[in-house]
């Protein structure tokens, strides 16, 4: 009789339900705070505690789940690998955020009382998928070429954009907050992955600062996650490769 290792999805790879929509599996993308599974909408009023407590309350919870592995820093990932189907993952510093110049932390309410709020992003686990990086500006998406630096060999690529034209009107100033903290552009690092189930996983966070945006106003953002084998699809029902919400700021 066969033992079957529950650790280990039966559909995977090319079969996986993350490639339904393409050739390949594909990261989604997801962005918190939701209150809602149902709802993509982040509306509050910076004048009014009640109505983002919620919102602050997700992010400490966050903060506390996210516990020591083992430090990957300046590890190569083909040593990493064997580590991380033996059980092990990498630390994700939770404290890079905590620094004194990071606007997004519980003693600053992540500025949502100041109507610029910061909003957390995150790749979907997907088992045993790797990021194949860009290894140079030639291979970049037009748009990021400008903003090209050789360390960013060894991140997946994340960048904001208003939907449209009329939405970009609006945010006027954004930063990110991300390991590699060049504030122009979130990253999430190679050595995160793959996923293989491992216990006490935690995935890698960027934090995207809207420094300023209008008020009394609904703004479409989408956020992209940029590497080689990322494709994406804008399908409601698929979407993969990045993540669509709404901000109103009143």
């Not at 506390?64 to 510093?93: H, M, T, W």
């Not at 140079?136 to 037009?142: H, S, V």
């Not at 293989?196 to 966070?205: A, E, F, K, T």
Request: charge should be neutral.
């Amino acid at each position: 009789m066969a033992i079957i290792d529950k650790s280990i999805p039966p559909y995977r790879g090319n079969s996986s339900v993350f490639a339904l929509d393409t050739s390949r599996p594909n990261p989604g993308f997801d962005f918190r705070p939701q209150i809602s599974i149902e709802k993509t909408l982040i509306k509050y009023r910076s004048s009014y505690r009640d109505s983002w407590g919620d919102h602050k309350a997700y992010y400490t919870e966050a903060d506390v789940q996210y516990q020591q592995a083992i430090d990957c820093n300046g590890v190569p990932i083909e040593k990493l690998r064997p580590q991380f189907y033996q059980g092990k993952s990498c630390l994700f510093d939770i404290n890079i955020f905590n620094k004194s110049e990071t606007p997004c932390v519980t003693q600053r309410n992540f500025q949502y009382d100041r109507g610029c709020p910061c909003v957390l992003l995150k790749l979907n686990k997907i088992y045993d998928w790797e990021p194949i990086t860009y290894q140079n500006a030639a291979q970049l998406p037009e748009q990021l070429k400008a903003l090209w630096t050789s360390k960013f060999s060894d991140y997946i690529l994340v960048q904001r954009n208003g939907e449209n034209d009329v939405d970009q009107d609006f945010i006027y100033e954004i930063k990110y907050f991300s390991q590699m903290n060049t504030k122009t552009i979130g990253e999430f690092h190679r050595n995160f992955f793959p996923y293989v189930n491992q216990d006490g996983y935690r995935s890698p966070l960027v934090f995207v600062y809207f420094k300023r945006i209008g008020t009394n106003v609904l703004i479409n953002v989408e956020c992209r996650a940029y590497a080689q084998n990322i494709d994406h699809n804008d399908n409601l029902e698929y979407r993969t490769g990045s993540v669509h919400f709404e901000l109103i700021v009143e």
